[in-house]
């Protein structure tokens, strides 16, 4: 069975840090992108970052470039997303995501390229 837990989140000044961590475990993680998407009140899930199966590569959304950084250690099952230079618009729900593909080339960017979801952190940016 596999599991996707989170931790991390909390609530932080702007222009402050957070370090999200996300553990997967009951799949072979070195075979799957993880991501790492975010929900506000009364908007869509969107994409934040993602980081393809082997490590080699990252991506992230307009919204954080240059602000969150994501890695991944494969032996211990971890994605960390490291927030810098936090914004009151950063505030949403943080979720972790494995991709459904194995070994896909380039991940996803769409919750539905991804098969297993943790329950998600609270991240809260205050001005």
């Known amino acids: 069975q596999v599991q996707v837990v989170e931790s991390g989140g909390g609530l932080v000044q702007a222009g402050g840090s957070l370090r999200l961590s996300c553990v997967v475990s009951g799949r072979t993680f070195s075979s799957y992108a993880v991501a790492w998407f975010r929900q506000a009140p009364g908007k869509e899930r969107e994409f934040v970052a993602a980081v393809k199966w082997n490590g080699a590569s990252t991506y992230y959304s307009d919204h954080v470039q240059g602000r969150f950084t994501i890695s991944r250690d494969g032996p211990k099952g971890t994605t960390i997303l490291q927030m810098n230079s936090l914004k009151p618009e950063d505030t949403a729900i943080y979720y972790c995501?494995?991709?459904?593909?194995?070994?896909?080339?380039?991940?996803?960017?769409?919750?539905?390229?991804?098969?297993?979801w943790g329950q998600g952190t609270q991240v809260t940016v205050s001005s």
């Open positions: 995501a494995t991709e459904a593909n194995r070994q896909r080339n380039v991940p996803g960017r769409a919750p539905e390229n991804y098969e297993f």
